[in-house]
């Protein structure tokens, strides 16, 4: 844990965290904290922008923190839980660069129950990378990063697969068997497991038999650090860029625009 | 074959609690539940009001309620399961409305609840969110908050320690019935030999009772729904909020959670459909607009989940009897506040039991607390956690900071959970604002590390439902 007083704490070493780092780290110290043990977040560490940026964030001396996740925030103080212990580590402004994770059922406004075979695509992808077979029809709601790493990862399994991309762009939901563009999600029905999506378009509905539904739609910034989870949270600065669909370097340009500001207002002398 | 003195039937609140208490005695009590896990019907999907009133003044349910009211502190500290004797305003909306509060605040003390006639900037006092519309209210403070799947595993947990058998994914299918009294019950996992059977068996008491030769009433589900709001929402909220209730509901209801989020609802409509727990968009928009009235603040902007339960609605909202016709059946029912009366429900049970002969001696080394296990979500001081076990210092989900120690402590203790849901209950890792998307593969882990079991094996969802549906070798 750090001895000197720290003036930044950057929650997330994912390539919008190490982006701020590197960048802020010239002014001011800086902490990054990431709950995995390594970082580069869904990229991973031997993406080589990551890499970059990871020696870029070293000769500035940032001071990592990994396997450590962030759990409070207090406006001056970021309880700390990890490795070394659990500590209040002093910061003067909390940057939070977690992240995104899919909408849920109910964010998605899926009605139905709690149903086995419905996961979040982040689930459903480390599973599947895990040799976990997932359903033998397997339907993907969404058609961006999520979608396609999902697709990615359950390709070998030899299971059907159906997109609802919520978007009816051409090349979109490329490399499932069947696609329902322009048609939303309303409703899982089954016993244990999931055993239908009902579809809906214009006032008709549309039944899809399967046994696994991933949500991998609709991202939202990941926040789940007390204190820190609305935009006018005390001395908290979200940088978690959110569409659909990203590039890596669409990532890192907003992370260094959010920087730049910072840094503008930190020479200003302003909170 | 096996025996039991009691063989309680069903492993919700209800039965639980008669178990626990029952444990405390020299009686064998065997528990019984059909479903992989206690708590996975009605006693799971309320709203976790502890109230302090409820049904007719006088009757044994009120009667029970009252004399549970006052327990729930010490019961609580002794079984760790998180309770805040919180308080609730209950708004007149309008002065139509305001007109009527002093009718209702009478038939609530006619309970011997507290309570108090307040003006509307009385009512703002005690709770700064509330509309603006309000035109007067009653404070009731002994209305209470806890958590009740916790309440639940932990009346289990409590009987299983005093030596009282625990027995999960177990039916029971029949009876075998002589001269009025049933003697042995068939189960799915063998027959019992029983002196005495409580039926706590929710929305399908109805069956057991047939099953036995008991009287032939009905239950059917009275389903509720309800929006869980976000912590970050529960910060600002300090009470329950209560709308002017009607005849047959207590209306919906802006209730606060001991884990800090915050519940809209329920509502309320008796279907046929006993094992149907599905929401719906129109019910849902219907609740926001009815805590709305209430609470302007409320906004599904908050939401991180919906669902459902079924009330056990009967002819009789409220049992804890013998049966008319089977000498030896109990029956203990509640449809809207089995979780309230559960604190001396117990004592009532064993009371039924001894006047019908039951040699129930309490045992003086019985205990009557289960380990508490420090939460880091909590902790006041939390630096210190890792002094007491250094896996405090492993977060597995961060949303609603759950670490190792809690985890473990739920797939270790003697009604273990077994399941990702089981793990969820006990600790409320994976249901939190991003629902497991981010830890649900950590817990499988630790649940596929204590159970032996493969992850895609892993039990999740309701009715044995699992994560995957096999293992892809190539
Ligand atoms: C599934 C997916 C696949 C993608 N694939 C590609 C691709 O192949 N090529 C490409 O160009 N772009 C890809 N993108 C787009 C883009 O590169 C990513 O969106 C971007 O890398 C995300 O960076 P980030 O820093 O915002 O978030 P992340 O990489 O998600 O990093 C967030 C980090 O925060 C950590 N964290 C979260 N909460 C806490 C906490 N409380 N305490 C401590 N740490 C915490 C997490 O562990 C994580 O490491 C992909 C996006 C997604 C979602
Ligand atoms: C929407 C809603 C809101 C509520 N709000 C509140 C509240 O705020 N406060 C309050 O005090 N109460 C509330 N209640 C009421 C409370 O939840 C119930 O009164 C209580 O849970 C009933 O507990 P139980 O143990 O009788 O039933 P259950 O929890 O339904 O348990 C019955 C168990 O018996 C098992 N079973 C059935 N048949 C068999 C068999 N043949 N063999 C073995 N096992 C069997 C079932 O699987 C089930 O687990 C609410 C209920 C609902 C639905």
Redesign the pocket.
Known sequence: MPTTEAKIAV????????TLASELAQETSALV????PM?????GYEHPLVRTLARRCEAVRVEFHLA????RWEGHRVLLVGPTGIRWTPATRLLI????RPSTQAEMGISGERLAGVLP??VA?HLAEAEVTLGHRVTVVGW???A??TLEAIRHHGAHTACIPLSDAPGVADGFDESWPGWYPVRVEGRSRVERLILAKDGAEHVIECDAVILAAK?RP?R??DGAIWPDSPSATF???VAE???????VEA?KKAAAELGSRAAMGSR | MDRADVLVVGGGVMGAAVAARLSQTTARVLLVEEQDDLAEGASKANAGIATSFYGRPGTLEARLIAESNPRWEDLCGRLDVPYRRIGAVMLAVGPREAAGLPAVYEAIVAHGARAELVTAEQARDLEPLITGDCAGGISLPDEGIIDPMRLTVAYAELAARNGATIERSRRVTGFSVADGEVNEAETTGGPVRVTFVVNAAGLFADEVSRMAGGESFRMWPRQGQYWILDRAFGSRLRRLVYPIPMEHTRGAQVVPTTNGSVLLGPSAADTELRLDKATDLATLRWLLEQTRKLVPDVSDAYAIKTYAGNRPAGDEIFRARFDHNIRNLIHVGSRSAGVSVSPALGDHVLGLLRDAGLAAIDRAEAGDAIPTVPRLLNAADPEELPSLDPRYRHVVC?CEQVTAVEISAALESRVPATSIDGVRKRTRATGGRCQGS?CMVGVAFLVSQHTGQPPECIRHGGFGGTLGVGHADY
């Open positions: 929650v997330g070493a994912g390539l919008a965290g190490l904290i990431d709950r995995l970082y580069g977040g869904v990229l450590t996740t962030a759990t660069a977690t992240g995104t695509a982040p992808i961006g990063n999520w396609n790493r991202p990941l789940n650090v940088i978690q860029p669909s990203l590039t890596a370097e669409e990532v992370a | 961060a981010v």
